[in-house]
């Protein structure tokens, strides 16, 4: 290996490896690139021809001296990247992989369809007889499922109806669901109802019956509810 001297030769200095490419190099702003002779960050590992893949590697040891390995890598052929563990001196594997269309993979999953592409949460609000309702609702969305909650009351002036809208995320096209009530001071004993696929609303029923029944001004539900969104 042959080191060029950075203060004789160049602002930017260089490493050659044994076939006299450059393998390593600092630019003026002390980026280090790793083939790659215009790094861009501080630490950046090039990739030429087809189908490259670029690993960084962190090695630490427990006490009896046995390898914890872990790998960052970047796979061009699959347009991915992946992170790899090993332990007790095993070769990493990996564990997690961030998929091209910017989904999450566990394990050694690679599909697209099983990649968790969506985790968020918030506030809905709840809308009933030309009105908002009153009160909170809170939801959380985990890739396609959604679980909503919410104490709510129906605004004075509010028509009477068994629908209720305000959903934060449409039911799924080809799926139905339901939701249930855990306190009420509904006339009609509302117990829950049904959530209707490709809706963002949903209905009320009255336990043991098969119809909806209204909710009134001023009647108060405390629900929650889950159900599949389109992805």
């Not at 007790?88 to 050694?108: E, V, Y």
Request: charged fraction near 15%; charge should be negative; aromatic fraction near 8%.
């Amino acid at each position: 290996m042959t080191t060029k001297i950075p203060a004789e030769l160049s602002s930017t200095p260089s490493i050659v490896d044994n076939g006299n490419s450059t393998a390593v190099t600092i630019d003026s702003s002390e980026r280090v690139g790793i083939l790659q002779g215009s790094p861009t960050s501080n630490l950046h590992i090039g990739a030429s021809g087809n189908d490259a893949k670029r690993e960084l590697r962190i090695d630490g040891t427990n006490g009896s001296g046995q390898t914890f390995g872990f790998i960052t890598e970047a796979d061009g052929e699959n347009g991915r990247v992946s992170f790899k563990v090993g332990q007790s001196n095993a070769t990493p594997a990996q564990k997690l992989m961030i998929h091209p269309d910017g989904g999450i993979c566990f394990g050694s999953d690679t599909a697209a369809a099983n990649a968790l592409d969506d985790y968020e949460e918030g506030d809905w609000q709840a809308t009933h007889g030309g009105n908002n309702m009153t009160g909170d609702g809170k939801y959380v969305k985990v890739g396609g499922l959604v679980f909503v909650q919410g104490d709510w009351t129906s605004a004075t002036g509010s028509s009477s109806t068994f629908r209720i809208g305000g959903l934060p995320f449409t039911v799924n096209s080809t799926l139905h669901s339901a939701w249930h009530v855990g306190y009420e001071t509904s006339s009609n004993s509302i117990t829950g109802g049904y959530m209707a696929s490709g809706q963002s609303y949903f209905d009320s029923v009255q336990a043991g019956g098969t119809g909806f029944v209204n909710l009134n001004a001023g009647e108060r539900i405390i629900m929650f509810g889950t159900y599949f969104t389109t992805q």
